[in-house]
């Protein structure tokens, strides 16, 4: 039987997950098997529910309790899912809940980049990407153009982050994914060691004197390729480019220098897929 909850106290704090706690006292990285990630609306919470995610609690408009949000309701158990009208719940969460529902989840155990990459041939490596919007579009690039998992390097935004999880539309629990290495200072050296040894080689995409475009027969006859991208506005690091195998560049027209990070990405996964 689900256990419907009526609000009746917006200050309780068994809300504060969906309304007062901050993204990092979410992740609680003092404690990480004890964080939380927040996945909004019916489609993206069915995701991470076939992903496995284990949910903790839910919020939603009250029609959506017969309505989009039935089935999860019923797949979530005899969790608490706690509702009121949609008035009541902007003044709780402080903006109108557009999909209607969330789902507070516990955060999955990541596992090391050997076990997401075993029989992988086509990964995406972000660097330091640090906008959560970005990093969502990039998985849901990653998820449609055939990449088969993702490492994100230490200081690279948590794409388990609220912004992050709705605009790749869920892809996040469908493309595997992990931290290439748990400290800052272990990237790129260590990154680049870990990928070396698993059989990969590395293109950075970067503009540079020695770069090689884009749809260099080198890269598609790579067995197995790594494509590196790099933060919004500097792009990546000159170590990163230096410790990469290739130096790739997107053509431009136009005079124009880049693409936005999430842009380039989708062409370069459409491009270097696997054939």
Known sequence: MPNIIEIADLSAPE???FARLTEAQLRRRAEPEKGVFIAESAKVIGHALDAGCLPVSLLMERRKLDGQAR???ARCGEIPVYTAEREVLAQ???YAL?????CAMRRPRLPEPEEVCRSARRIAVLENIVDPTNVGAVFRSAAALGMDAVLITPSCCDPLHRRAVRVSMGT???????RVCGDP?????RGMERLSGMGFRTAAMALSDSSVEIDDPRLEEEEKLAIVLGTEGDGL?????AACDYTVR????HGVDSLNVAAASAVAFWQLRLR
């Open 15 to 17: 809300l504060d997950v």
């Open 71 to 73: 089935e999860i309701i």
């Open 92 to 94: 709780l969460t402080g």
């Open 98 to 102: 557009t999909r209607g529902v969330l």
């Open 172 to 178: 996040v629990f469908q493309v595997p994914w992990t």
């Open 185 to 189: 200072a272990e990237w790129p050296q």
């Open 237 to 241: 690091s000159p170590r990163t480019i």
């Open 250 to 253: 997107i053509p431009m027209a």
